[in-house]
Nanobody, 126 residues
Framework: QVQLVESGGGLVQPGGSLRLSCAASGRTFSNYVMGWFRQATGKEREFVAAITWSYGDTYYVDSAKGRFTISRDNARNTLYLQMNSLKPEDTAVYYC???????????????????WGQGTQVTVSS
């Protein structure tokens, strides 16, 4: 059974940084894509970034390019999202998710991911 557990959220001032982690277990993820999504209060869930587990190919939403970096540690089965230059509009619950693909074709499609974590709150405020 696949389990995803996020951590690393919290309160940070505008311009600050946070690193989110997602511990994955329950199977090998070599042929999977790992993604980060977020949902702000009153808004729809939004794709943030994705990475192919085997090849490390990455894909970002435009608002995250240059500020966020997605990575994974194969040995630790852990996904990361390094977030720099945070803005108040980045405030949301961040979720990691995984799906059985080897490329990022479905990366932005939250409805395609079968496995999700419980989420971690990120609040950017002064």
């Amino acid at each position: 059974q696949v389990q995803l557990v996020e951590s690393g959220g919290g309160l940070v001032q505008p311009g600050g940084s946070l690193r989110l982690s997602c511990a994955a277990s329950g199977r090998t993820f070599s042929n999977y894509v790992m993604g980060w999504f977020r949902q702000a209060t009153g808004k729809e869930r939004e794709f943030v970034a994705a990475i192919t587990w085997s090849y490390g190919d990455t894909y970002y939403v435009d608002s995250a390019k240059g500020r966020f970096t997605i990575s994974r540690d194969n040995a630790r089965n852990t996904l990361y999202l390094q977030m720099n230059s945070l803005k108040p509009e980045d405030t949301a619950v961040y979720y990691c998710a995984t799906g059985p693909w080897t490329n990022t074709y479905y990366a932005t499609r939250g409805d395609k991911y079968p496995y999700w974590g419980q989420g971690t709150q990120v609040t950017v405020s002064s």
